[in-house]
């Protein structure tokens, strides 16, 4: 029995025999099936290849990366804080090396995850953390390809992870996506991580928001507000999506509303 990780989403499945005959999460809409036909492989089987890469973007974030890039090529964060540190958002690969390394950092209390493009190895990764609990938001349940009781899925709007960390539900890119507000970034000014939830685009003093990125598919004007509208409350003066250059450094939330009142304009 293995776990297989889809080649082009980066996803982990429960244990089969043989290799699953269809990755839902790249059947979506949102996604794309490798036109060379779906593939899968294994951990076991990508620690030949690859290893992963540590390197902070700011005090207390930590970003981890495989390299050579794997599927998707997201890079997760670890956020530390005086109440323990939180894993935002997930990569396929994990080995000792990478454990070592995050333990050196304080390890991991809790693993939260922005939508299904990056559950990927979760429970791996739990597990090697002293089964940490996964906060899911409930509305992206059907797409987790490995339950596991360390998966913890939370309702409604927000979800106070601990006094420095909000979970806020935002919605648009999935049903569930979500972001995370540590209220200690920016030297205390207030960062947001947010997956694909929101993307910061190529003039960094702006971001978008869209259904599918790798096809390209707008979402409404109703959604677009209700992302805006859900972190609103919120202070916040950087934005992290998932890449190393994906960052507005500064003056984030300001980037959010009028990034989103350039995109209804348009749209309208
Ligand atoms: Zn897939
Ligand atoms: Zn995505």
């Given at each position: ?25 790249c059947e979506d809409d949102r ?228 990034s989103a009142a350039r995109y ?5």
């Open positions: 029995m293995h776990n297989y990780i889809c080649t082009t989403c980066g996803v982990q499945y429960t244990a089969t025999e043989a290799a699953p005959a269809h990755c839902p999460i996604q794309y099936v490798n036109p060379n036909s779906q593939s899968w492989t294994t951990l076991a089987a990508m620690r030949a290849n690859y290893h992963n890469v540590l390197r902070e973007v700011e005090p207390g974030l930590i970003g981890i990366v495989t390299e050579p890039k794997f599927a998707i090529g997201q890079r997760p964060l670890l956020v530390q804080t005086a109440h323990g540190n939180v894993l935002w958002d997930c990569i396929s690969y994990i080995d000792e090396a990478t454990i070592d390394a995050v333990n050196a950092l304080g390890g991991i209390d809790a693993i939260a995850i922005s939508h299904p493009h990056f559950y990927d190895s979760m429970v791996e990764w739990s597990r090697a953390f002293g089964d940490a609990p996964i906060y899911l938001h409930a509305a992206n349940r059907e797409w987790v390809m490995r339950p596991d009781p360390a998966i913890v899925y939370w309702e409604d709007d927000t979800y106070a992870l601990n006094d420095e960390i909000t979970l806020v539900r935002c919605g648009g890119h999935f049903p569930g996506s979500s972001v995370l507000h540590w209220s200690q970034g920016a030297g205390g000014k207030g960062v947001i991580l947010t997956g694909d939830t929101i993307m910061v685009v190529a003039d960094t003093r702006y971001v978008t928001f869209m259904y599918s990125y790798p096809n390209d598919i707008p979402l409404n004007a109703r959604a677009v507000q209700g992302i805006v509208d859900a972190i609103d409350p919120f202070a916040f003066d950087r934005v992290y999506s998932a890449w190393w250059e994906k960052v507005v450094s500064t003056d984030g939330k300001a980037a959010v509303r009028r209804i304009a348009h749209i309208r």
